[in-house]
């Protein structure tokens, strides 16, 4: 079981929202709305998908890698390494 299981749902509502976001992005362009209107949505999509991604961060942390501390040995070890390339990856972004 994956550390988001239990909010499964709810990410995939807000997956779906931003899913028709992009659509709207897409739909933008296509009729050549104007540059800071699209800028602003380009935003609004971005802090969206921030928004899911730490939301998943946090479940990880909260099960996996808790999980895997409680269980020791190497396995943890790992876990903690794999949760702060992920963190790294986000704050990059």
Known sequence: MHGYTSDKDAYLVRLRRIEGQVRGLQRMVAEDEYCIDVLT?????TRALQSVALGLLEDHLGHCVAEAINEGGPAAEEKVKEASAAIARLVKS
């Open 41 to 45: 949505q380009v935003s609004a999509v």
